[in-house]
């Protein structure tokens, strides 16, 4: 007679069964064959030196991606909001002035996070669908004197693409550090870190770089790099402690890595592989190929008769897409009729945006005029057999 009281569960007993979907949501995006591939790899140990060389490769990879020369440029073991609060909790301590742009739900996770670790949190508001000029900027940082400003750089709730030119000079002009979330963004809209003077900035694997979630790129500059190594108080995580992260990722000029976790290792294999595969491409026309591709995309919604969220055509992010959610319909069954029917993921609005948008996105690979085509037709589709209200 067994001494177990928990069984072995029948459903473990059954063969993995995924579904292949059309991801064309805010992501995570499809993760092309290559890359799937990489992650197949045997895995070797996370001090290994062939691990080692697979991070330099990595490290490389963020700084073209990112524009950056500085050497403090890793990839955090988690996803975006791994690399959102190992920003804030290195830069930031108890009692320090925090300001967030909020123009979408993003700017409400990062005050969130600050507040948890003992800052003072203000807020600017950009207007839903909208940004912010930079005379509103200087304005609150003339007024809160932070001593970190956060803005998003791709609001994906909102389908907003926020400028970014000359806010790193007013962050530096009041003795501010600029962090910037460029999850739903790089690679598939122009940045440059160094050129824009941005202190940290950070993404996800999920989106554009089409790897899968779990790892997230970042890089410090100098500046960010002074204040965090000259803290009062240790950062509130020993896994996001950076002086123990630049270490890992020899960062640091110090002769060995010493062991601090075990990273991810068969992520970072697809990481290296999605840089790679941007590398190829080149940056620049990955920028053009999301531009096109978007172009088309609002232009054939707009024949529809549908209304994008974002007015400003310039002010539009290239790889998340917001669409007025149709009066007389509910968001939902669209949705719902067309991830049945179409076997395709588009998902309404997140945070401010919800009930107001459905949101499509398409990242890396997935930026394709075919796709468009796909979804503007399930669109189609789901207008003319979805419920629509009188009233």
């Known amino acids: 007679m067994s001494s177990l009281s928990v069984p072995p569960p029948k459903r473990l007993q059954k063969p993995l069964a995924v579904p292949y979907r059309h991801m064309f949501g805010p992501g995570p995006s499809n993760v092309p064959s290559r890359i799937l591939l990489a992650g197949a790899n045997p895995v070797i140990g996370h001090m290994h030196p062939e691990m080692f060389e697979i991070m330099n490769d990595i490290k490389s990879g963020i700084q073209y991606l990112f524009q950056t020369k500085n050497s403090m440029t890793l990839a955090v073991s988690g996803t975006g909001h791994t690399a959102m609060e190992c920003a804030i909790f290195n830069t930031v ?21 600050a507040e948890r670790i003992g800052a003072r949190v203000n807020t600017v508001v950009a207007p839903p669908g909208g940004f912010l000029t930079n005379e509103e900027i200087e304005q609150a940082l003339s007024k809160y004197r932070p001593a970190l400003f956060f803005l998003t750089h791709g609001e994906s709730s909102t389908g907003v693409l926020h400028p970014l030119d000359g806010i790193g000079q007013l ?20 940045l440059y870190m160094d050129q824009q003077e941005i202190d940290i900035l950070y993404t996800g694997s999920q989106k554009v770089l089409n790897a899968p979630p779990g790892t997230a790129p970042i890089s410090f500059s100098e500046r960010a790099c002074k204040k965090i190594f ?12 950076l002086k123990w992260l630049a270490n890992y990722w020899g960062c640091d000029d110090k002769p060995s890595r010493v062991y601090h976790h075990t990273g991810p290792i068969s992520a970072f294999y697809t990481l290296r592989e999605s840089l790679a595969i941007l590398v190829g491409e080149g940056l620049e026309n990955s920028w053009e190929r999301h531009e096109k591709v978007a172009e088309y995309f609002h232009a054939g919604l707009e024949s529809m008769g549908l209304k994008l969220f974002v007015k400003d055509r310039t002010a539009r ?21 067309i991830m049945k029917t179409h076997n395709l993921e588009i998902s309404g609005g997140l945070g401010p945006s919800v009930g107001l948008v459905l949101r499509v996105g398409l990242m890396g690979f997935n930026s394709s005029k075919a796709n468009v085509d796909m979804v503007l037709e399930a669109l189609k589709d789901a207008l003319k057999h979805c419920h629509k209200s009188k009233v």
């Open 93 to 113: 301590e108890p009692g320090e002035n925090v300001l967030t742009a909020v123009n979408g739900i993003w700017g409400e996770r990062a005050a969130d996070m």
């Open 171 to 190: 962050c530096h002009k009041y003795n501010c550090l600029f962090l910037v979330d460029s999850v739903a963004s790089i690679g598939g809209a122009p």
């Open 230 to 241: 000259n803290r009062r108080t240790k950062p509130v995580s020993f896994f996001l402690d």
């Open 317 to 337: 992010l290239p790889t998340v897409t917001t669409i007025v959610a149709p009066h007389g319909y509910d968001w939902k069954e669209i949705t719902t009729y």
